[in-house]
């Protein structure tokens, strides 16, 4: 579970189903289905399917870095 504070995005399932968490809103995307996470939304992106997923990701904002990221939940034990 992340959030950016100075960028929102635009994601498109390419493959797969993908569960997309937006805030405490829980929704299954298919393939050639999307969803625009707004600036500041709470978001995950999970694949509990055995097919691959494929996903594609925009960016739109004034500060496109990858450390604006705010980590609230990570299974990876990133910083």
Same mark, same amino acid.
């Given at each position: ?7 929102? /995005?635009?994601?498109?399932? &390419? %493959?797969? $189903? *993908? ?9 299954? =995307? ?6 625009? !996470?707004?600036c500041?939304a709470?978001? %995950? =992106? *999970?694949? #509990?399917q055995?097919?691959d997923?494929? &996903? !594609?990701? &925009?960016?739109?904002?004034d500060n496109?870095? /990858?450390?604006? $990221? &705010? %980590? #609230?939940?990570?299974? #990876?034990? %990133?910083?």
């Amino acid at each position: 579970m992340q959030s950016h504070q100075h960028r929102s /995005e635009h994601w498109i399932i &390419v %493959r797969g $189903i *993908a569960e997309v968490t937006i805030n405490d809103d829980i929704k299954l =995307l298919n393939s050639n289905e999307n969803i625009f !996470i707004p600036c500041k939304a709470k978001h %995950r =992106l *999970a694949n #509990y399917q055995s097919e691959d997923l494929v &996903v !594609i990701e &925009v960016w739109y904002g004034d500060n496109l870095n /990858e450390d604006d $990221i &705010v %980590r #609230y939940e990570d299974i #990876y034990d %990133r910083k």
